[in-house]
């Protein structure tokens, strides 16, 4: 015959196996902690990926307590601010549940240490740094030549005329742009920028001098 030990036991059985699994999907960054309410001295049933320090048989936390005194209070709070006792940022989330009767009896956590991801956007930010643009002017955009034209093209608009109407003063102008942008410094841009404005190249050489 069933008691409600028995099946109270087999519920965080149940509950510890999901634990498991999420702790395992998770590792090294979440801890996952199952808390068993019926034994608040003593609630802390199962820890994996331990980051807090705590141990199996630890009381339960505030939150847990807040539970036992409360049914009405919510059984899930996501991805609230909350910190390790050695000062690490944590992302927790906890959710309560509930026996037959509506009342507390187990709680799973999970504490996301925020300092690994912290560190880790910190790597990327100075792996992906660039240098202020210098001399040397680089492109691998294969439609470089596109974009010359369409930086043309809005030169142009912007004087209420078209790339072939501009004047002489216009499109040193326009040329100087282009040079102070490192457009000329692409493979055959003066080639494109003489097709687009419908001029020679020794125009657009110049123009940029």
């Given at each position: 015959m069933r008691t409600k030990a028995n099946e109270h036991a087999a519920f965080l059985a149940q509950i510890e196996k999901i634990a498991q699994g999420l702790g395992e999907t998770f590792a090294p960054f979440c801890e996952v902690v199952v808390h068993d309410l019926t034994r608040p001295e003593h609630a802390i049933l199962a820890i994996h990926n331990n980051l807090s320090g705590r141990s199996v048989g630890d009381p339960v936390t505030e939150l847990g307590l807040a539970r036992i005194a409360d049914p009405a209070y919510p059984e899930v709070i996501a991805n609230y601010a909350n910190r390790f006792a050695d000062g690490r940022q944590v992302k927790s989330t906890s959710i309560g549940l509930k026996d037959a009767s509506g009342r507390y009896v187990a709680a799973l956590c999970l504490n996301v240490d925020l300092s690994q991801f912290n560190g880790l956007q910190n790597m990327l930010r100075q792996f992906s740094r660039v240098d202020e643009p210098g001399t040397t002017v680089e492109t691998l955009d294969p439609s470089a030549a596109e974009t010359i034209r369409k930086r043309i093209d809005q030169f142009a608009a912007r004087l209420a005329t078209t790339p072939r109407s501009l004047k002489a003063v216009e499109r040193r102008a326009l040329v100087r742009e282009l040079k102070a942008a490192g457009c000329m410094e692409v493979r055959r841009a003066t080639e494109t920028v003489?097709?687009?404005?419908?001029?020679?190249?020794?125009?657009?050489?110049?123009?940029?001098?």
């Open positions: 003489a097709q687009h404005l419908g001029v020679s190249r020794a125009t657009v050489y110049n123009d940029a001098k």
